[in-house]
């Protein structure tokens, strides 16, 4: 007789066998669906028992799942275990998950493997990043730190807009309200965590003739000097300004606005990011006069550390994501199109993310709902999902965009559509 694998809910302590809860998509739901959210049910195949989280696809194939809660855990299940992760077992409960988000009232918890200083950090080891190219959905596959920059954006409220912002967002205000957003952001990495304001630093913005800004600036290039030499492993995020072409070792400097040092990409890393922003205009060099913003995790170079100098900068991971000129993020060319025609007739709108949004009215509906659109327009009563259909030539797009206009009438909330394989104009807005 071989081994039976068997799970536990935290919350009643309740054992049931793995078999029996995933044998039907009715089963899933009846035992997993109440304890749905991250690190609520533990596979006892080893001992200490492995931290899983049950999660909920309602576009493509209604599914309940289970997926690891945390990245360093996931490797320990027996080898008898179904969720083992083992080549060619790639069914539903074994699928790799983006790291698990938890939505407070008024905080974001986001769990990853983010080490804190250099020697927990592998050189060369795949970061989180690597993770969720193996999922099903490519399109909406996002490394461990962009979710952790949406949830950053989305407690900032970035991702709204109101007439009223016009002229506020420049570099200096939007830095402010991500040190603050921050706070209500919390990293779990491990058995440990903190708020990612500890940790999170963004240059000041630069000038040459203020001179309390020109100490800022100071200041700030001496605290990350001090912590780098410290081998301490930081978030280090801000503007995208430039990147060089690949060096002699294959990598790449990349640097940030109003930040006179470069953070170097090794080669994997840099072909990864390379790949991430392949189909954007300008690809990873990008156009002049558009917004990118970069996420970072960085320490200092291996090498000796002089006091005077600041250490050469390394990242271990980098997430970099679109936005428009109001700092509202971007998922394609023709978001920007609708995005900027809202901002120009004055209306009102947020632009959710696919995951680890704020707990609010809209992210609220787009829970109940099982659909995330790419716009809310917020000034209509009742609010307009927005779906900009980018890819209507691909069958399973087909699928999932029909999937999500039946939930729309089934629940009769208003929608905006644009196929732009059918026209190029902007159909005219609600
Ligand atoms: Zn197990």
New binding site residues.
């Given amino acids: 007789m071989g081994n039976s694998?068997f799970i536990r809910f935290i919350r009643t302590g309740q054992v049931m066998p793995l078999e029996v809860v995933t044998a039907t998509a009715e089963n899933r739901e009846h035992y997993l669906k109440p304890f749905a959210g991250s690190a609520t049910v533990e596979?006892l195949?080893?001992h200490p028992p492995?931290p899983m989280t049950v999660a909920h696809r309602r576009v493509g194939t209604e599914s309940w799942y289970l997926c690891p809660a945390s990245a360093t855990e996931k490797h320990r299940?027996?080898e008898w275990?179904p969720?083992?992760l083992g080549a060619g077992n790639d069914s539903a409960d074994n699928l790799d998950a983006p790291p698990a988000v938890t939505v407070e009232d008024n905080r974001t918890i986001i769990r990853g493997s983010f080490t804190r200083t250099w020697a927990e950090a592998k050189p060369g080891a795949k970061a989180d990043a690597e993770r969720s190219e193996t999922g099903s959905s490519k399109a909406s596959a996002r490394s461990g730190l962009a979710v952790l920059l949406w949830a950053l954006w989305s407690q900032a409220q970035l991702n709204t807009w109101k007439p009223v912002f016009l002229g506020k967002r420049f570099y200096g205000s939007i830095r402010g309200r991500l040190l603050s957003g921050a706070q209500r952001v919390t990293v779990e990495s491990g058995r440990s965590n903190w708020s990612l304001a500890d940790d999170l630093h963004i240059p000041p913005a630069w000038s040459a003739k203020d001179q309390v800004q020109k100490t800022a600036c100071a200041q700030f290039e001496a605290m990350l000097h001090a912590k780098l030499s410290h081998h301490q492993v930081l978030f280090l995020a801000g503007q995208f300004r430039k990147i060089d072409e690949t060096d002699a070792d294959g990598g790449r400097m990349i640097y940030l606005s109003h930040f006179r040092h470069g953070l170097w990409l090794p080669p994997g890393l840099a072909q990864r990011l390379e790949k991430a922003t392949s189909q954007w205009a300008g690809g990873l060099a990008g156009e002049e006069g558009e917004h990118r913003f970069v996420l970072a995790r960085v320490r200092a170079k291996k090498g000796p550390v002089a006091s005077d100098v600041m250490p050469n900068i390394e990242c271990l991971d980098i997430a970099m994501e679109r936005f428009s000129q109001e700092w509202i993020p971007l998922d394609s060319e023709h978001e920007r199109r609708v995005c900027d025609l809202l901002v120009a007739e004055g209306r009102e709108f947020a632009k959710p993310f696919t995951q680890a949004n704020r707990k609010d009215w809209i992210s609220g509906l787009c829970l109940k709902l099982g659909v995330v659109p790419d716009f809310v327009l917020t000034d209509r009563k009742p609010a307009v999902f927005m779906e900009v259909l980018g890819r209507m030539n691909e069958p399973d797009y087909q699928v999932r965009t029909a999937e999500k206009m039946a939930i729309y009438q089934k629940t009769g909330r208003p929608v905006w559509t644009w196929d732009v394989l059918q026209t190029d104009m902007i159909p005219e807005l609600p």
Wanted: net charge neutral.
């Fill in positions: 694998a596979c195949c080893a492995i299940h027996a275990c969720l083992h």
